[in-house]
């Protein structure tokens, strides 16, 4: 006779319901009965805000509903029955009793990073575990939010804010235990290695750009990943939670790729080798870390030298472990969006819920 297993749920609240946060809608109906069969879990998005409004309901929201709405242009706070317009994330989590909230806002990187920080702020002063692959809180107040979370007594996870899907930072952080990392070489940006190739293909600085805004690659004006802060801002937490290097981000010297020489490029293509912005963290003699974010030359014996337009990867370079490389291909954000479940369930293993 098999053991009677305990289904648990595990009520969720959604900030942010753009490209991530609505995909994170759907895999939470999608996955649904497989969490329950595989690992007696019950995952119930039971608030969702989004900058129109919000939409409660303790029973448990439709996840496909959500993404529905936000297709069309619409807002969460239009869900009938469940729908509160003009409510506020921070609104949000004063109305709901949720165990984990997920904040998928869009990243801020001003002095103050909102609205994203003072909702996990709020979240973890009112006992939630947070996940987020918000950039902005974690860049700019890595070490009070760590903190705060220890004083209440729960876990904030943040792996989907380095490279998207890839466990980029689960990795240096929890299966690199024990050895010394002596260099961190990372491609965390998609879309500068996706211009990079088009220019590497003969395109001209603005057909490239063009093609990529085009294809989905590129959002806005493209100074958040053209001019390297999407790189430097995720080697700033890999250098906090990995390293345990406290960094500010205007510390790490930065070139990003909208000045580079087209012909170098090229003639790295005709070589057999790719340009990619890699962020790279070196340890020096005396164990500090030197950070830089800038163009490079990767060859074919490069373990990231074989990136397509659509990869994101990193090596770490170990004393015990020797050289591990993990690479994704990203071609939506799904993966992204599934950094929140994998989070998620890394809280649920370490903390009946």
Same mark, same amino acid.
């Given at each position: ?118 909702? $996990? ?8 575990? $947070? ?39 689960? =990795? ?62 995720? =080697? ?9 290097? +406290? ?15 087209? +012909? ?15 962020? #790279? ?33 990193? $090596? ?8 591990? #490389? ?28």
């Amino acid at each position: 006779m098999e053991p009677v297993r305990t289904v648990r749920p595990v009520r969720i609240a959604l900030i942010g319901a753009g490209n991530l946060g609505r995909r994170f809608s759907r895999i939470v109906m999608d996955k649904h009965e497989e969490l329950i069969s595989r690992y007696s879990l019950d995952l119930q998005l039971i608030g969702v805000a989004d900058s129109g409004g919000a939409a409660i309901d303790p029973e448990g929201l439709d996840g496909h509903a959500i993404a529905r709405i936000k297709e069309r242009g619409g807002s969460v706070g239009e869900l009938p029955d469940a729908g509160h317009p003009g409510m506020s994330g921070l609104e949000l989590l004063d109305a709901v009793d949720a165990d984990v909230l997920c904040e998928a806002g869009p990243v801020n990187l001003d002095a103050n990073s909102e609205p994203g920080l003072s909702h $996990v702020r709020r979240a973890l002063e009112k006992g939630m575990h $947070v996940s987020t692959p918000n950039k902005g809180p974690m860049v700019l107040a890595y070490q009070e939010l760590v903190a705060l979370a220890a004083t209440n007594g729960v876990q904030l996870h943040f792996d989907g804010t380095v490279a998207g899907g890839l466990p980029a930072m689960a =990795l240096g952080a929890r299966d690199l235990r024990g050895a010394t990392i002596e260099r961190i070489e990372a491609v965390p940006n998609l879309t500068t290695g996706y211009v990079l190739d088009l220019l590497a293909d003969g395109l001209a600085w603005d057909d490239a750009v063009g093609q990529a805004r085009d294809a989905g690659a590129l959002e806005g004006d493209g100074v958040w990943d053209l001019d390297g802060w999407d790189a430097t801002a995720k =080697l700033a937490i890999l250098a906090q939670a990995v390293l345990d290097v +406290n960094v500010n981000l205007h510390d790490i010297p930065m070139t990003g790729i909208r000045d580079i020489d087209l +012909n170098w490029i090229q003639h790295s293509r005709r070589e057999g080798s790719i340009v990619r912005l890699l962020a #790279t963290a070196v340890r020096c003699p005396e164990g500090a870390y030197q950070l830089n974010v800038e163009p490079a030359v990767l060859g074919s014996d490069h373990p990231l030298g074989h990136l397509g337009a659509k990869h994101m990867g990193i $090596v770490y370079r170990t004393d015990l472990f020797g050289t591990i #490389t993990s690479v994704i291909e990203e071609e939506t954000p799904v993966p992204s969006a599934a950094s929140m479940l994998r989070d998620i369930m890394s809280i649920v293993a370490a903390n009946p819920i």
